[in-house]
């Protein structure tokens, strides 16, 4: 486990850079987490990061990702364009919701 | 190892098998976390139990696939292998190298790892056991400009493998090695990025006698066979009964269908074709005197898996025969359609066998488009509780 600062302010984070406590993350945060990923934010990323968001505040979980290809309009190929981790290591981390886990 | 001590691990030096313990000791004079890993065992093999956290997710930019983070759980006390990540890398089909080849990948993980490797992991793949967050996209870099790529991972496809084909095995009934590199190159973009409800396994083996365990290791298994009849060299026949084999008890009674016959005044063997099952055991018993038949392909089996979720399957058959031979359309059409209907229906973590048995076979073939046929089960059902589809059924008011 480790800390991030931002805003004058720790947040936990996993040793893969996860934060710790999804309630904490907020749309600035987003922003900081996208910066350790050299992702700059555009409004497609944000569609993505809203789709995450709201999916793990009604499910509880991260969506599979056909359901999210299916409900963004993006391709796989767009997703990773976006964020070049990927989905889980990219999308998820910035959108604040828990890592995927499993046999990954 | 002058500061501390394994004396657990030490056992395990003693004795004719070659010594892991010895072969990581030569590691970790070379390096620190080959050094730290040593000592982690040995408090493992003390406290019975692992010392890896759970989980962990790294990568290399671009692919959502091919490493696996590990993250120890006593950092402090082992602080080479804090981070100790496993990079897997496609292996050539067939696992055939030269030196050069091998002297290139040492190279490369010496500079970025911890030295140490499993030739291979079980999927086939080379694994490049520890290194940490920071070294993952030069080691990658490095690999990519070496002529190597990274094999699967996750919830996509994983690195095909097959075994040594027609390479250095008469029986093979096809290509295993070239369909085994074109089903890598086909279907890059699912072993890089996965995107599937689960992993999902090919193997390829040459003949029956099945030397990748495709049938218990795959989710596809393709497992090359003939459709025509056995090639027998009658004077070879002669010859292994002038051995002294006992042709007729070794090979003949052995037979699961008893489709041999051995003629022993004629020293002579015959086989009934349309019953042979081609279990390969004649063959293997008389290499000199059996082949397989002319006309090559492979039977096509699916849903081969592991204990978790509900019990372990074998594969079982989808296509009794079809023909293996580049560029393999008919065999990617179906992967194809296996994989669309899959993506489609699987839940979270539902291999492709578990998702046939909870939808049915009917609704499976269906979908992919073949045909039911009686190779398809060993027996048929024993219970009454059948589905028609309602174009079936004559819909009769009152009769």
């Known amino acids: 486990m480790g800390y ?4 004058g302010q720790q947040y936990e984070v996993d040793e893969d850079g996860f934060l710790a406590d999804p309630t904490l993350w907020t749309r600035e945060l987003a922003v900081f987490l996208a910066k350790n990923e050299e992702v700059e934010l555009t409004d497609e990323h944000w569609k993505i990061i809203d789709y995450l968001v709201n999916y793990y505040k009604q499910f509880g979980i991260a969506p599979m990702v056909r359901k999210m290809v299916k409900d963004t309009g993006f391709s796989v190929e767009k997703i990773y364009e976006l964020f070049p ?10 959108a604040g919701i828990p890592k995927p886990t499993g046999c990954v | 190892m002058e500061d501390k001590k394994t004396p657990l691990l030490d056992q395990l030096e003693q004795g004719p098998w070659p010594s892991f313990v010895t072969e990581m000791k030569k590691a970790a004079e070379k390096d620190d976390s080959a050094k730290d890993l040593l000592l982690q065992l040995e408090q493992s093999y003390v406290d019975k139990k692992g010392h890896w956290k759970h989980g962990g997710i790294v990568g290399v930019r671009g692919y959502g696939a091919g490493v696996i983070g590990r993250y120890s759980d006593s950092p402090e006390e082992f602080p080479h292998v804090a981070e100790f990540h496993t990079v897997r890398v496609n292996q050539p089909s067939g696992w055939f190298y030269n030196t050069a080849t091998l002297r290139k990948l040492c190279d490369i993980w010496e500079k970025r790892g911890s030295g140490l490797t499993n030739l291979h992991g079980s999927t086939g793949d080379v694994i490049l056991l520890g290194t940490k967050t920071d070294q993952l996209q030069p080691t990658f870099d490095e690999l990519s400009d070496a002529g190597f790529d990274l094999g ?3 919830s996509g496809l994983r690195t095909p ?11 093979s009934c096809f290509d295993t090695l070239d369909l085994c590199n074109d089903l890598t190159h086909t279907f890059q973009n699912q072993m890089h990025r996965p995107m599937w409800p689960y992993k999902f396994k090919f193997k390829i083996s040459g003949c029956p006698n099945d030397c990748v365990a495709s049938i218990a290791r795959a989710d596809l ?3 090359g066979t003939w459709r025509d009849s056995l090639r027998i060299d009658q004077e070879q026949v002669k010859e292994y009964a002038r051995s002294g084999m006992d042709i007729r008890g070794e090979v003949c009674e052995k037979c699961p269908t008893k489709a041999l016959k051995f003629d ?3 020293q002579e063997l015959q086989v009934k074709v349309e019953d042979c099952t081609r279990c390969m055991h004649c063959i293997n018993r008389m290499p000199k005197a059996i082949r397989p038949g002319v006309d090559k392909g492979a039977t096509i089996l699916i849903g081969g898996k592991a204990t978790i979720l509900r019990s372990a399957f074998l594969s079982w058959v989808i296509v009794p025969f079809m023909k293996m031979e580049p560029p393999y359309q008919e065999l990617k059409d179906l992967i194809d359609k296996i994989w669309e209907w899959w993506d489609e229906n699987g839940k979270t973590r539902e291999r492709v066998g578990e998702l046939i048995y909870r939808l049915g076979m009917g609704n499976f073939l269906r979908a992919v488009g073949l045909p039911p046929v009686p190779q398809m089960v060993r027996e048929p059902r024993a219970n009454p509780y059948i589905f028609w589809q309602a174009n079936e059924v004559e819909r009769g008011e009152g009769k």
């Open chain 2, 152 to 154: 699967g991972s996750g």
């Open chain 2, 221 to 223: 298994s393709i497992i």
């Open chain 2, 161 to 171: 493998s097959c075994c040594c084909g027609p390479a250095r095995c008469e029986w």
């Open chain 2, 264 to 266: 022993e005044k004629a």
């Open chain 1, 4 to 7: 991030i600062d931002f805003n």
């Open chain 1, 85 to 94: 981790s990927g989905p889980g290591k990219g999308a998820c981390k910035i």
